[in-house]
């Protein structure tokens, strides 16, 4: 797990032990979060230099943040909030099939991006589960993870919400 010691500073921690690395360089982002929650960092499978951030909190104006060139001495990130409605974002993940498909779990479900690398990305709600009679409901999503075994027909999406379970999708 990792730990933040000041408000730039996040080390690597062991779970068991709670022993702290020491071989690991703080890291300093210009992320403009000020006195919000950086509630997710998504880093692109295919390119460790493309990473998305997510906010959370209320009442302000951007929530999601790209950075490509993170591997860098000052990484800087820029908001691609775009049309995405103000309202807190819980996690990101970035397509593994697909550097431009952003993926959100939000303050009301999952919305998503086909053009995640463009200057203001275009956001939709993306609320369609495995059985299209039966779309995810306006939920919080805490959680949102990306399977990587294209053996099973390709990778599947998987939503954590707060109190109505866990849903899939392709």
Not at 5 to 12: E, G, P, R
Not at 55 to 84: K, M, Q, W
């Amino acid at each position: 797990f990792f730990k933040q010691k000041t408000a730039y500073d996040i080390v690597y921690c062991d779970w068991i032990s709670d022993v702290c690395s020491s071989h690991l360089t703080p890291v300093v982002i210009n992320l403009p979060v000020g006195n919000r929650t950086v509630t997710s960092i998504a880093i692109d499978a295919n390119d460790p230099n493309s990473v998305v951030a997510t906010l959370g909190n209320y009442n302000n104006s951007s929530y999601v943040y790209v950075c490509e060139d993170s591997l860098g001495a000052a990484p800087s990130f820029r908001s691609i909030h775009s049309n995405l409605p103000d309202f807190p974002v819980y996690h990101a993940i970035i397509s593994v099939d697909d550097p431009d498909i952003i993926i959100l779990g939000t303050e009301f479900g999952i919305w998503a991006t086909t053009n995640g690398t463009s200057t203001n990305p275009t956001w939709a709600e993306a609320l369609d589960g495995k059985d299209p009679a039966k779309p995810l409901p306006r939920s919080p999503v805490f959680d949102v993870v990306q399977t990587t075994n294209k053996n099973w027909s390709g990778p599947r999406i998987y939503a954590g919400t707060h109190g109505m379970g866990i849903w899939e999708s392709q």
